[in-house]
């Protein structure tokens, strides 16, 4: 019995959290206006391509993913590599202000991002980085959730591994990309995806650095929908559905290692 009431809750918990995106898939395929009808439309529709041709002609849809794809995958990687390296200097290297310096970073975490938007704008335009590619990767590429996350899963690493491989003839480098850094791939692929979703989903600083049409990301292109007197909802949720594949794709891609880095900080604590 308590089984099935667990079940019963679970399967109650899950349909909750389809219908949402149900119905954006419904609201992709009717026209603007049968959004609104009464009752509203519960089954798909036949509008899908023409509100793709409408999103395609309004903002340029397929070349803004490329674009978001192309920022989000060059900041995951790069912003993954400084986490890793970062983290790994903090748990295995002994040097005066170790603990200090690792104590600025996770009080980073603590500053609203708020509160950085006037100074980072400020420092973009004098060195000329408004309305650049750079200017919504570089700033945020030490990310000091990473770099904790990755210190963590480093601490657990056997030093005397590292022995082995300077005895070996192996220098720094070496060492860390082919002994240490195979060896946290779950956490490097928990970060991954959580890294890549946050520059995905990025919106406000986006908003404030690109001006240009031609670099605007999925979700500055979709805020353009939105206008004063109308508002395109079908192109909307289309535009929205569409930008859950590449976040759908990552997980696939990940998923594995996701569940082990999760699992593994969880044992840990």
């Known amino acids: ?18 219908i949402p995106f149900y119905w954006m898939i419904v609201a992709a395929t009717h026209d603007g206006g049968e959004l609104f009808a009464s009752p509203p ?5 036949g509008e899908l391509m023409a509100n793709l041709a409408d999103l395609e002609e309004t903002i340029h849809f397929s070349r803004v993913m490329v674009t978001s794809v192309w920022t989000a995958v060059v900041y995951t990687v790069l912003s993954a590599l400084v986490s890793a390296m970062c983290g790994y200097g903090l ?15 996770l ?3 603590m500053i609203p991002f708020q509160v950085l938007l006037v100074p980072l704008f400020q420092m973009m335009a004098s060195i000329g ?4 590619y750079q200017a919504i990767i570089v700033p945020f590429l030490a990310n000091s959730f990473g770099i904790f996350l990755m210190r963590q899963a480093f601490m657990d690493f056997p ?5 082995s491989g300077r005895l070996d003839g192996a220098g720094d480098l070496r060492i860390f990309y082919r002994i240490v850094l195979p060896c946290v791939r779950p956490q490097l692929g928990a970060l991954v995806i959580f890294t890549f979703m946050g520059q995905w989903n990025a919106f406000i600083w986006p908003l404030l650095m690109l001006n240009s049409e031609e670099r605007f990301t999925v979700p500055v292109a979709l805020n353009h929908l939105i206008g004063l007197s109308h508002v395109d909802y079908a ?21 594995r290692q996701f569940v082990s880095g999760l699992l593994g900080g969880a044992l840990k604590g």
């Open 159 to 163: 030093d005397e591994l590292l022995e």
């Open 129 to 132: 980085w408004v309305d650049t």
């Open 107 to 109: 009080a980073t975490m």
């Open 41 to 45: 439309p519960f089954l798909p529709g």
């Open 1 to 18: 019995m308590k089984r099935a009431l667990v079940w019963l809750a679970a399967a109650a918990g899950a349909v909750v959290s389809v």
């Open 235 to 255: 192109g909307l949720m289309l535009g929205a559905f569409l930008a859950t594949l590449p976040l759908t794709l990552i997980f696939l891609l990940f998923q």
């Open 91 to 105: 748990a295995k290297y002994r040097f005066r202000g170790r603990g200090a310096l690792l104590g600025v970073v």
